[in-house]
T-cell receptor, first 115, second 117 residues
Framework: ETGVTQTPRHLVMGMTNKKSLKCEQH?????MYWYKQSAKKPLELMFV???????ENNSVPSRFSPECPNSSHLFLHLHTLQPEDSALYLC??????????????FGPGTRLTVL | AQSVSQHNHHVILSEAASLELGCNYS??????LFWYVQYPGQHLQLLLK??????LVKGIKGFEAEFIKSKFSFNLRKPSVQWSDTAEYFC???????????????FGQGTTLQVKP
């Protein structure tokens, strides 16, 4: 399954580092999403982009900064993270968002560890 | 708060046993419903979805789910599980139009299924 790819797959960073997560979708979709998956908790929606415009910020701390240069690419820029930010970060895409009936397709995730 | 609940957190079955995983949601109105599966080391994949029509939905790999509106439920079933079904299963809901979460996918906390050979 190569519809949605994410790099890197694993990332270890210190609290003072700056790093970026990358997501690319090859499905011709117009909506892209960032989710956080922590152990024993439901997936948490972080950001939604629809036609390159951010349409949702789910009260995410400013140390997470998304960027969507085009409909195929989505970045999550990370700086001064905390250990509790360690989690699996999932990217997803769908035809569009807001209509409610679009299936989301997920990438493999980036396993982030903050030391 | 409106939510999606999966009551079984960890299920252990022997091969050929029947499976039913519960999913309940608390949104009124018209919802879209999904089951996703995450095999070990792999990404989340769609198993099946319900938008409208026949409330009994067939998915991939022999899975099915039944939407019971009166019970706000969308339980996942499989008559005979295999070792390869070992995975984590997530129920998800698109809340109805007009709700604060319209257009979003709201996930349950997941159920880990372990199938013993």
């Amino acid at each position: 399954e190569t519809g949605v790819t994410q790099t890197p797959r694993h990332l270890v960073m210190g609290m003072t580092n700056k790093k970026s997560l990358k997501c690319e979708q090859h499905l011709g979709h117009n909506a892209m999403y960032w989710y956080k998956q922590s152990a024993k908790k439901p997936l948490e929606l972080m950001f939604v982009y629809n036609f390159k415009e951010q349409t949702e910020n789910n009260s995410v701390p400013s140390r997470f900064s998304p960027e969507c240069p085009n409909s195929s690419h989505l970045f999550l820029h990370l700086h001064t993270l905390q250990p509790e930010d360690s989690a699996l970060y999932l990217c997803a895409s769908s035809q569009a968002s807001g209509g409610g009936a679009d299936t989301q397709y997920f990438g493999p995730g980036t396993r982030l560890t903050v030391l | 708060a409106q939510s999606v609940s999966q009551h079984n957190h960890h299920v252990i079955l022997s091969e050929a046993a029947s499976l039913e995983l519960g999913c309940n949601y608390s949104y009124g109105g018209t919802v879209n419903l999904f089951w996703y599966v995450q095999y070990p080391g792999q990404h989340l994949q769609l198993l099946l979805k319900y938008f409208s029509g026949d409330p009994l939905v067939k998915g991939i790999k022999g899975f099915e789910a039944e939407f019971i509106k009166s019970k706000f439920s969308f339980n996942l079933r499989k008559p005979s599980v295999q070792w390869s079904d070992t995975a984590e299963y997530f129920c998800a809901v698109n809340p109805p139009r007009g709700s604060s979460n319209t257009g979003k996918l709201i996930f349950g906390q997941g159920t880990t299924l372990q199938v013993k050979p």
